[in-house]
């Protein structure tokens, strides 16, 4: 029986409840990544500097950074739909303020300045709210589906996430092209607003264990340890939390987009997705065809391969191979992100869910704003094009240092 389910693509989804959260995050992430591609393609037009999309991903990563530890305590702690249900408000409170900041009353009231550096205050609190909302959506899994499909409710769960950023990212630049900044927040609040509605059908989610007695910082050390004491889920955290940092091309697409290839929002809009569409391709594979060996090897390799994408997308100069090698970027990572997920799942006590996912939180969600920071200073002090061909072969020296340094991940099965 166990068996069965296990080779099941659908094991995962046949529970009403499962299908409620992924269809929730699904719209709720559109909307994010909607938001996302907005900011970066505003915030550059309102300072024509790379290095203000950088500050954009710092804005979001320090707080995101600093409360992950606290916030997975408190996840652990807490009912989990509450805390997802204050998450995703908060969030649609976000947008409002994003939305009021792109009116014309606003911009006869304040300059293209002061109107960066309010939006930069609204990612400042984005990046709290998210170290408390992004890891519960991954601990909710363990309280929905049985642990024997866990690995195909991850792979589920990391389609619906990536089928949402590539809608997000693509109908982003189309809507600013349509509707303007406007318009498209006010789409963003309506996605967010909907997601809201569809997750208040989840079943409350109280904690798995009773030890609210123990201290803040004892508890925080605990998931910190078991992470480090756990030689596959740190070799894996870490292989991605530096490829990330240093292969973070993604971060400079509006300059590529409007600059090099002088493509504008719309092109901007795919090649912003194309990274997303390579990873849904698969994830779909996945799905339906598991890897059933070798799963540590095959994640080096796949993160090899996405330096090269890297590289190769830093030297095109034609729209059409920039997008290719965004797009093989993403299948290679949409491998290296189900594999890791699935680790994370298998690996953790149900009991430090929160904890160490808000661990995964730092050295995952927040690698990807550190490594768009990392690329607006480079691109500031080598220029665009060297920083993101800099950035894909540091993708390589960290796969051959992970290779050297850590056997157990490089011989990892499940």
């Known amino acids: 029986m166990v068996e069965q389910i296990k080779r099941d693509p659908y094991a995962a989804v046949r529970s009403s409840e499962f299908r409620s959260l992924l269809v929730g995050r699904f719209l709720f992430i559109m909307g994010l990544r909607m938001m996302s591609t907005l900011v970066g393609w505003w915030i550059y037009n309102l300072t024509n500097a790379p290095i203000a999309i950088g500050i954009v991903g710092l804005s979001e990563f320090v707080p995101a950074v600093s409360f992950a530890l606290y916030a997975g305590h408190v996840i652990d702690l807490s009912e989990k739909r509450i805390l997802l249900l204050r998450g995703v408000s908060l969030y649609f409170a976000a947008s409002v303020s994003l939305l009021l900041l792109s009116t014309s009353f606003t911009s006869h009231r304040l300059n293209s300045h002061q109107i960066a550096l309010c939006i930069f205050a609204v990612i400042f609190c984005t990046g709290i709210i998210r170290a408390f909302a992004g890891p519960v959506f991954n601990v909710l899994l363990a309280h929905i589906v049985p642990r024997e499909a866990l690995q195909n409710a991850t792979t589920w769960n990391q389609g619906a996430w990536l089928s949402a950023s590539v809608s997000g990212h693509a109908m982003g630049g189309f809507l600013i092209a349509l509707l303007g900044n406007t318009g498209t927040l006010s789409v963003i609040g309506i996605l967010i607003l909907v997601a809201f509605t569809i997750l208040t059908q989840l079943k409350p989610k109280p904690p798995m264990n009773e030890r609210g007695e123990k201290k803040t910082w004892e508890s925080v050390r605990e998931g910190i340890s078991f992470v480090f004491e756990t030689k596959e889920l740190l070799g894996a955290l870490s292989l991605d939390l530096f490829a990330v940092l240093f292969g973070g091309a993604a971060a400079m697409v509006p300059v590529f987009a409007r600059d090099i290839l002088k493509v504008g929002p719309e092109g901007f809009g795919l090649l912003n997705g194309a990274t997303d569409i390579g990873s849904i391709c698969s994830v779909i594979m ?129």
């Open 286 to 414: 996945l799905t339906f065809f598991p890897i059933r060996r070798h799963q540590g090897r095959k994640l080096l390799f796949a993160v090899a391969g996405f330096g090269t994408c890297i590289i190769l997308f830093g030297i095109s100069r034609l729209f059409w191979l920039s997008f290719a090698a965004l797009m093989v970027s993403g299948m290679l990572d949409g491998i290296s992100v189900v594999v890791r997920g699935t680790i994370m799942q298998l690996k953790t006590p149900d009991h430090m869910r929160g904890r160490v996912m808000s661990v995964n939180s730092m050295f995952i969600n927040s690698s990807n704003e550190l490594g768009q920071f990392e690329s607006g200073v480079a691109a500031k002090l080598m220029g665009v094009v060297p920083s993101v061909i800099f950035g894909g072969c540091m993708t390589w020296l960290v796969v051959i240092v992970t290779w050297l340094k850590a056997p157990s991940l490089r011989k990892m099965e499940y």
